[in-house]
């Protein structure tokens, strides 16, 4: 942004060392005046950013310069935080970039039995389904490595997935363990190799990483927790993907104040005058 070049610099320290000080400059001279006009009515407008919407192409066509571009972001504290809103060509690519694994969500039945092959395993994804594990399904013969877990919402993250996986079908997980006959034999010149044990679970579902649930949601918007160990959810939740959810997030990214062409020289004004002393 040369536009503020003019702006004083001040030293400001980053961090806890004596010497962590930088020559930055002092933003407080500009984010005052913009804090006067910000949260009257009578001096800005409401406004959904548009698909192609750049700050100057926006700047442009509110006040005819590109050069006012600077205070959308010092009027939107979600944007100086968050940043514009992305193009929908975008928030594709962005969420083929974080989220390119496959889900696996597992639950218990009515009765809370676990659907675990070893039946003196516990019914929740603590003890099993170890990070690196490798998984297939033993209908499918789907196959792939655990990366991660998110307990509250009963998945088992998974890259490399190879395959169609079948809803109620068992996956199959190894579990590597100390070789028993080592107790028995601590004294072994040649060390007993470790035993990969091989454990079953039952799918309840699969999906693309970005169609899986990022959260839920009660009818008012909010936030809510799952048993992520029952078949049956309340019909009153609703289920957002990742997808729903960064595009959700950057819809309201959309949504902003502008300063009124009949001001925005007044403002660019005070400025020049708060800069130049």
């Keep these: 942004m040369g536009y503020f070049a003019g702006f004083d610099n001040v030293r400001y320290k980053f961090g806890e ?52 571009y600077w205070t959308f972001y010092l009027m939107n504290d979600h944007l100086r935080r968050q940043g514009w809103p992305l193009t929908y060509r975008n928030i594709k690519s962005q969420l083929d970039q974080s989220y390119p694994n496959t889900v696996l969500n597992f639950r218990t039945d009515d009765n809370g039995i676990p659907h675990i092959g070893n039946p003196t395993s516990t019914s929740n994804l603590i003890n099993i389904f170890k990070v690196g594990s490798l998984v297939e399904g033993t209908q499918s013969g789907a196959t792939g490595t655990v990366i991660r877990k998110k307990l509250d ?77 029952s078949e049956n959810q309340s019909a009153f939740i609703t289920e957002v993907t990742y997808s729903q959810h960064l595009q959700n997030e950057n819809n309201k990214l959309r949504k902003i104040k502008v300063l009124k062409p009949s001001v925005i020289r007044t403002v660019h004004r005070a400025f020049i005058e708060n800069i130049s002393g």
């Design 153 to 229: 919402l009963g998945q088992v993250i998974i890259s490399g997935s190879v395959g169609s996986w079948i809803p109620g079908e068992t996956v199959k997980f190894d579990r590597i363990i100390a070789n028993p006959l080592a107790l028995l034999d601590p004294g072994a010149i040649i060390p007993y190799p470790d035993v990969t044990l091989f454990e079953n679970a039952r799918l309840h579902s699969a999906s693309l990483e970005i169609n899986a649930p990022h959260h839920h949601e009660d009818a008012d918007g909010n936030w809510v927790d799952i048993n992520p160990l």
């Design 17 to 68: 060392e004596d010497n962590a000080f930088s020559i930055f400059q002092n933003i407080s001279s500009y984010a005052d005046i913009v804090d006067k006009f910000k949260d009257s009515f009578q001096h800005y407008l409401n406004y959904e950013i548009l698909e192609g919407d750049r700050p100057d192409v926006l700047s442009a066509k509110m006040y005819g310069d590109h050069k006012y």
